[in-house]
């Protein structure tokens, strides 16, 4: 497919630090690769399992639009602005690091892993007041439906951020095809497959596959078995 790129799961980085196994989309920490240093403006997107009482002490962030799905089990979060809350998978959290933040997470479950996307995305606006977001998602609206988690917009469905970007989660069933039209031109698409098998303007991508699409205005996502996935519209001239 023209002006497209497919990352396999097995050439995603991965760093298994015991308490945490982490794979990286793109280049993250120790893990370089000269390619895939980013996606438009996605700079980040790590699939991290946390071993069961474990997590990240407290660090800082700044002028990065940081948004964290839970896939399974809990995260607790707790930050310099206030914020103590525990993140539950069918929730989506996001914060503004804008001029700066410190946080931590862990794992809060003694007898359970979790497993998350922490995803990093470049702002359009730089050193704006940080903020913080959590909502827990209609699960029901994800089925065989592109559900929005994500946009630029306050007032809108989901978390908003300061960027132009607009992600949805879905739930396909086994032969379900549906077609997803661009929010901004110029924007490009990103999805990570997250279970089961899709096709993506005809290109298969099974269990955590992903693929970038750009310089197109539509995609149409085909359901090979029951599958779920993440859809991630960004601007591409960062």
């Known amino acids: 497919m023209k002006n497209s790129v497919i990352h396999k799961a097995n050439t995603r980085g991965n760093a298994n630090h015991g308490w945490l196994n982490a794979y990286h989309s793109f280049s993250f920490a120790s893990w370089y690769n000269a390619e895939r240093v980013q996606f438009g403006a996605l700079r980040v997107l790590n699939d991290d399992t946390i071993a069961a009482g474990m997590g990240f002490g407290t660090h800082p962030h700044d002028n990065m639009e940081i948004i964290t799905i839970p896939l399974e089990g809990d995260l607790a979060h707790k930050d310099s602005m206030g914020n103590t809350a525990t993140i ?76 132009d970007a607009w992600f949805y989660l879905s739930d396909f069933d086994a032969g379900f095809s549906k077609k997803l039209s661009l929010q901004k031109e110029g924007n490009g698409f ?3 497959n997250i279970e089961g098998e899709i096709e993506v303007n005809g290109e298969v991508l099974e269990r955590r596959d992903a693929i970038g699409v750009w310089e197109t205005s539509e995609i149409e996502i085909k359901a090979n078995s029951d599958s779920k996935f993440l859809i991630m519209e960004i601007p591409m001239n960062q």
């Open 190 to 192: 990103y999805i990570m």
């Open 88 to 163: 539950k998978t069918g929730d989506v959290q996001v914060m503004s690091a804008g001029t700066g933040i410190q946080h931590s997470e862990f794992n809060p479950n003694h007898n359970q892993q979790t497993k998350l996307f922490q995803i990093w995305l470049f702002p359009k606006t730089r050193n704006v007041e940080p903020r913080y977001q959590q909502i827990t998602l209609d699960k029901s609206l994800q089925k065989n439906n592109f559900a929005q988690i994500l946009s630029p917009n306050s007032n809108d469905e989901g978390v908003w951020i300061h960027q």
